[in-house]
């Protein structure tokens, strides 16, 4: 690990080592209330992680950015909301690299797993800010956990979904509603401010965060109601606006507005703009008052996307003509995956029945025979979801029956069997 990455996360160590050296008392666990759940639900629709809406099976929870059984404080800076699966998975990721959870188990393996402990304190934070360089050193937990979560590495796309302090990301979102001072965070790559503030009493009084909320919360509904959708934007170069989008796109052919919102601000902080944020970027192409990002989308791209709005999210989907060049992909694919699951079938793992992460790895074969990427991959056939639940849809369309159960220790598993027609 570089020095400078360990330098940089010196509080949250500092307060690690602390706790395992029984200089500091373990923080008390309180669980959020009704009224508190569905706050940090309005303020974000989505698992910041995995970006899948919360819902029944999979429900938001809350998660401690630095564990409390590692010394970390039931404090605001240290709450995030993410999806169940994602929290389970991190705690996962930590009985992977230390063997346990339980502390003092850790205190009487100490300090053979020092290194180790250092190694997941300083992923526990990059992995929720999104902290390329430390990330860097710690692909391996992200693996880990990528793999108890069954979905692709979510932070080696990175460098085009960086979390920022704009007011969409949950970095933002968590800063505005604990009212940070905006000169702490001097870049994304900083994640200590929060630490570096704890002393400042940030939220001193239940009171005085409620009011923050509530105001926040009617802003919100206000600017909803209220948004600017004045087809007078005469000004405005629908196809610059567009060509610009098209290049922060890159190959995904479905985005939540969220994500657009976060490339839109990290292309900004590139090239230096004086302002930052997709207001900004939204005047630079000549739109007026409070138009909106997705209003913009909708405008300039017309019938070339595809928007789906809920409570919860707002994602726009790229409708793409569909070529003959995408047939005979098409055709390719679907050869080569019928074989390769074909001779499969009469395996024993097979028979017993496969998760979606082991479907996955056999799509993975095509596209890496192909050369292509997951999206390119995926383009032909139009399924939908991660990775993994477009692998599962696959296996339907290449001809093939798939039956959903369940294995000894609860697992999803499908079992695939040749059709008979």
Known sequence: MDGRVIEKYSLPLKDTFD??????????RKPWSIVEREKWI????????????WSGTNPITKEHIHPIVLG????????????????????????????????????????????????????????????????????????????????SNPYTIIKTENLTDDGNSLFGKIKHFLNFKSETHTSPEMPNNAYATKHKNIVS????????????????????????????????NKEKFKQEIKQLL???????????????????????????GTRSFLRHHGFTGNFGLLNALKLCFGGEIEVEENKNAQRIKILREKTNEDDLISNDITLFLKEEFSKRLLTKTFQDGV?????????????????????ELFKPFNVKGTVQQKSVSLVTLLGFIIEEGKNEDGKIIYKISESTN
């Open 19 to 28: 706790y395992i050296n029984k200089k500091t008392s373990k923080a008390i």
């Open 42 to 53: 309005l303020r974000c629709g989505t698992c910041p992680i995995c970006d899948e809406s």
């Open 72 to 151: 970390g404080p039931e404090r605001c800076d240290n709450i995030v909301p993410l999806c169940d699966k994602c929290n389970t998975a991190r705690n996962a990721v930590m009985h992977a690299v230390l063997g346990t959870a339980k502390i003092v188990a850790i205190r009487r393996r100490m300090p053979l797993i020092e290194n180790a402990v250092r190694h997941f304190i300083i992923w526990s934070h990059a992995s929720i800010y999104f902290d390329r360089e430390a990330l860097s050193y710690c692909q391996d937990l992200s693996e880990e956990f990528a793999k108890q979560r069954e979905i």
């Open 205 to 236: 009084e239940k009171e005085n965060e409620n009011k923050i909320v509530s105001k926040e919360i009617s802003k919100i509904q206000e600017q909803k109601e209220n948004t600017d959708k004045n087809p007078k934007n005469i000004g405005v």
């Open 250 to 276: 890159a190959d995904d052919d479905e985005i939540s507005v969220m994500v657009i919102g976060n490339r839109i601000r990290k292309m900004q902080e590139q090239n230096k703009w004086n302002e930052l």
């Open 355 to 375: 998760t979606a992460s082991q479907i996955a790895y056999v799509v993975k074969l095509a596209k890496d025979n192909f050369k292509l990427s997951w999206t």
